[in-house]
T-cell receptor, first 113, second 117 residues
Framework: DVKVTQSSRYLVKRTGEKVFLECVQD?????MFWYRQDPGLGLRLIYF???????EKGDIPEGYSVSREKKERFSLILESASTNQTSMYLC????????????FGAGTRLSVL | AQTVTQSQPEMSVQEAETVTLSCTYD???????LFWYKQPPSRQMILVIR??????QNATENRFSVNFQKAAKSFSLKISDSQLGDAAMYFC??????????????FGQGTELSVKP
């Protein structure tokens, strides 16, 4: 079974803190994604990566950055957390190819106080 | 840009009955993929069913089937013989077949399905 693991289920941070959300996949997938989930808005893509050290902006990249130093690990970074970044964050991975499904982690619920 | 719309924020169904969740999308592309994902309270997103746009035949997975109307840009999910374990948030999603799109999924707003015993 494909496993996508997010390091934290729940996280509480203070405004202005630097926050790291970690995601690891064990299936040697080329693609990795970070989505943000908000009620009534569905999931929106923040960043994705199709190879080590490669990254592409998604639909809502402002306030976020990412790092992919190894194929299996994709990190989302909030340089200076703000209250409007309180949300559910979902990581996903997939092989190359549009028909291939994306496998999701269990999500990290981040609260910024 | 592509968009996906789920106009039913909440739906309810009696156990063992059938329910249909609606999804419409907008695209100028002719080749793409459509998906239904399920997110139970555990938050783990699970693929329910996938449809390839160039296939006219509607996809089916056990109790789950879709009604894919390409011209109308409609992609509804039918759940037959509903079970308590079907209670979840359901997301419709679109994925372009063009590689330069990066394989990203475009999601609808979601439909919260409750199943009554």
């Amino acid at each position: 079974d494909v496993k996508v693991t997010q390091s934290s289920r729940y996280l509480v941070k203070r405004t202005g803190e630097k926050v790291f959300l970690e995601c690891v996949q064990d299936m040697d997938h080329e693609n990795m994604f970070w989505y943000r989930q908000d009620p009534g808005l569905g999931l929106r893509l923040i960043y994705f990566s199709y190879d080590v050290k490669m990254k592409e902006k998604g639909d809502i990249p402002e306030g976020y950055s990412v790092s992919r130093e190894k194929k299996e690990r994709f990190s989302l970074i909030l340089e200076s957390a703000s209250t409007n970044q309180t949300s559910m964050y979902l990581c996903a991975s997939s092989p190359l190819g549009a028909k291939n499904i994306q496998y999701f982690g269990a999500g990290t619920r981040l609260s910024v106080l | 840009a592509q968009t996906v719309t789920q106009s039913q924020p909440e739906m309810s169904v009696q156990e063992a009955e059938t329910v249909t969740l609606s999804c419409t999308y907008d695209t100028s592309e002719s080749d793409y993929y459509l998906f239904w994902y399920k997110q139970p309270p555990s938050r783990q997103m699970i693929l329910v069913i996938r449809q390839e746009a160039y296939k006219q035949q509607n996809a089916t997975e056990n109790r789950f089937s879709v009604n894919f109307q390409k011209a109308a840009k409609s992609f509804s999910l039918k759940i037959s013989d509903s079970q308590l374990g079907d209670a979840a948030m359901y997301f419709c999603a679109y994925r372009s077949a063009l590689y330069n799109q990066g394989g990203k999924l475009i999601f609808g707003q979601g439909t919260e399905l409750s199943v009554k015993p």
